[in-house]
């Protein structure tokens, strides 16, 4: 199923809808003829009651705070397996086929995982990428598309010992081997509770760092801040209020607003 991306990757800590937010959907949507063919992939949130509400949101989003490029918005109902919107039906996945541009993001990562992995509505969004059209992940489902998955909620929520699954690994084909963690500096803990490191604090974010291959890199983004990665040159660039940290083997590096740097730096 996997193909070679060709088309940009876009990956948010946080604040998709944001000012900052809009400043990287504006990069990435100018590159692309107009009218811009959006999708929105329901997955993320598929599991919740109003899904519709979440994604009807995020069409609004890019219908008016965009609309200078003139989007046309599709929904991607692929919510969940053996239901009436399975993500491997051909008719849920169609608006897929002629996207230029495919976002996906806040929900459940494990969710999106595990509803999306062998579907029809991974294969098309696979090759619509690797045909060159810019994929755009935000929150859950950015943790869901690197190689291992953090359960946040199962950990943070329910108590889960903690433990990585596996993911939908989109940048193996780049000989990236990533796990990538959003709201890599939230603090909405207070002096209470730390919840930086994606809700797991500085303390937890330890112990799951070792249970990881020692050939994964961890790519931590801060909230209102994202990165683009671009198949085309091997770069990546950075755009927002905060930082991009990679962390493997060879240590930790932190890239702000405006840094480029090679997929070389994200590999062990």
């Known amino acids: 199923m996997f193909q070679m991306p060709n088309g940009p990757i876009a990956l948010f800590g946080s604040g998709e809808t944001s000012r900052r937010g809009r400043q990287v959907h504006s990069e990435l949507l100018q590159r692309l003829p107009q009218p811009v063919r959006v999708a929105i992939l329901e997955t993320p949130a598929g599991f919740q009651p109003n899904v519709g509400v979440v994604s009807g949101k995020l069409r609004t989003f890019f219908e008016q705070n965009l ?3 003139e989007p046309a918005v599709s929904v991607v109902a692929a919510r969940q397996r053996g239901g009436v919107f399975d993500p491997d039906s051909p008719e849920v996945a169609r608006p897929l086929l002629q996207a230029d541009y495919i976002f996906a993001g806040p929900g459940s990562p494990t969710f999106m995982m595990r509803q999306l992995a062998g579907t029809r509505t991974l294969e098309l969004l696979l090759r619509r990428n690797a045909d060159g059209a810019t994929l755009s992940f935000a929150s859950a489902a950015a943790i869901s598309v690197g190689r291992f998955v953090l359960p946040v909620y199962e950990i943070y929520k ?10 939908l690994d989109l940048f193996a084909p780049l000989g990236l081997n990533l796990a990538i963690l959003p709201h890599w500096n939230n603090n909405e803990g207070g002096s209470e509770l730390d919840t930086s490191h994606c809700f797991m604090g500085a303390e937890r974010f330890r112990y799951l ?4 291959p020692t050939d994964t890199t961890i790519l931590a983004l801060d909230e209102h801040t994202a990165c683009i990665l671009e198949p085309e040159d091997e770069s990546v660039l ?14 930790e590096v932190s890239f702000g607003d405006g840094a480029r740097f090679l997929f070389n730096q994200l590999r062990c």
Not at 158 to 167: K, R
Not at 209 to 212: G, P
Request: proline share 3%.
């Open 67 to 69: 609309r200078n490029f």
């Open 158 to 167: 329910v108590g889960d010992a903690l433990h990585w699954l596996p993911g």
């Open 209 to 212: 760092k070792r249970m990881l």
């Open 238 to 251: 950075v755009m927002g209020a905060g930082s991009v940290t990679v962390i493997s083997g060879a240590g």
